[in-house]
């Protein structure tokens, strides 16, 4: 008797979505990560604020005494 399929048609017994897997690891690895990546948000969030009115107060301080 000959079988028609063969380990090599049907691609082996060994796993083969490493693609999807990746995937899947990608999704785990983001959702553990976001609370942590949500905190460094919250606090780097004055020190932006801080810098940018800082920013904006020197910009309009030139403007000012390049006009006068």
């Known amino acids: ?17 490493y693609a999807g ?16 990546i949500g905190l460094a948000y919250a606090a780097a969030f004055p020190f932006v604020a801080v810098g940018m009115l800082a920013w904006y107060g020197v910009r309009a301080a030139r403007r000012r005494a ?3």
């Open 1 to 17: 008797m000959r079988t028609t399929a063969n380990i090599a048609a049907v691609g082996g017994y060994g796993f083969r979505d």
């Open 21 to 36: 897997a990746a995937k899947v690891a990608k999704n785990i690895v983001l959702f553990a990560a976001a609370p942590f």
């Open 66 to 68: 390049g006009a006068a």
